[in-house]
T-cell receptor
Framework: GAVVSQHPSWVICKSGTSVKIECRSL??????MFWYRQFPKQSLMLMAT?????????EQGVEKDKFLINHASLTLSTLTVTSAHPEDSSFYIC??????????FGDGTRLSIL | AQSVTQLDSHVSVSEGTPVLLRCNYS??????LFWYVQHPNKGLQLLLK??????LVKGINGFEAEFKKSETSFHLTKPSAHMSDAAEYFC??????????????FGQGTELSVKP
């Protein structure tokens, strides 16, 4: 089956640093990748959608300068949380799809900002 | 406008008894519907999907769901719960049929507990 790998699975860093999260589709070409944020006991909130080779489309209320998304190849997208602060602490999940096939999700990244 | 409502935030069953997780949707078009499962600190795993005329959809791990257009429902069932089924379940709609991978609309989730 389709596999999406997300790295790192857990990261703790100091306030003010930048953190990069990688999302890779291991056995298919991901024409589109999605980034979600999930708060405890809540559903997933879509942050942005990225198509390979083009700029990401951000959802309303998501700061594009805070959450930088790069989709440089058909198998890799990265989310960089810039100048992270404690309120950015959350569970971040990526997903990937090939054309109109269902989305396949990574295992998520637990980000804790001290 | 499209929306998804999961009618129960928490469901508790005993091991070996049936599972019913309820989901109602609203969509202007014929939607694609999905159920995903999330175990603690993990991503989402696709259980099953509805995208065609077959109203009874069978998924992995013994789960199935029935699409009822007249009731705008897509309830998830399993005949016999297993301890490993304890997790969070999300009912998800993608507004357009045959566009399985478009922007997804998530329900709020149902936490399933399984008692020994």
């Amino acid at each position: 089956g389709a596999v999406v790998s997300q790295h790192p699975s857990w990261v703790i860093c100091k306030s003010g640093t930048s953190v990069k999260i990688e999302c890779r589709s291991l056995d298919f070409q991901a024409t589109t990748m999605f980034w979600y944020r999930q708060f405890p006991k809540q559903s997933l909130m879509l942050m942005a959608t990225s198509n390979e080779g083009s700029k990401a489309t951000y959802e309303q209320g998501v700061e594009k300068d805070k959450f930088l998304i790069n989709h440089a190849s058909l198998t890799l997208s990265t989310l960089t949380v810039t100048s992270a602060h404690p309120e950015d602490s959350s569970f971040y999940i990526c997903s990937a799809r090939y054309r109109n096939q269902p989305q396949h999700f990574g295992d998520g990244t637990r980000l804790s900002i001290l | 406008a499209q929306s998804v409502t999961q009618l129960d935030s928490h469901v508790s069953v005993s091991e070996g008894t049936p599972v019913l997780l309820r989901c109602n949707y609203s969509s202007s078009y014929s939607p694609s519907l999905f159920w995903y499962v999330q175990h603690p600190n993990k991503g989402l795993q696709l259980l099953l999907k509805y995208t065609s005329a077959a109203t009874l959809v069978k998924g992995i791990n013994g789960f199935e769901a029935e699409f009822k257009k007249s009731e705008t429902s897509f309830h998830l069932t399993k005949p016999s719960a297993h301890m490993s089924d304890a997790a969070e379940y999300f009912c998800v709609v993608s507004p357009r049929l045959y566009n399985q991978g478009g922007k997804l609309i998530f329900g709020q989730g149902t936490e399933l507990s399984v008692k020994p």
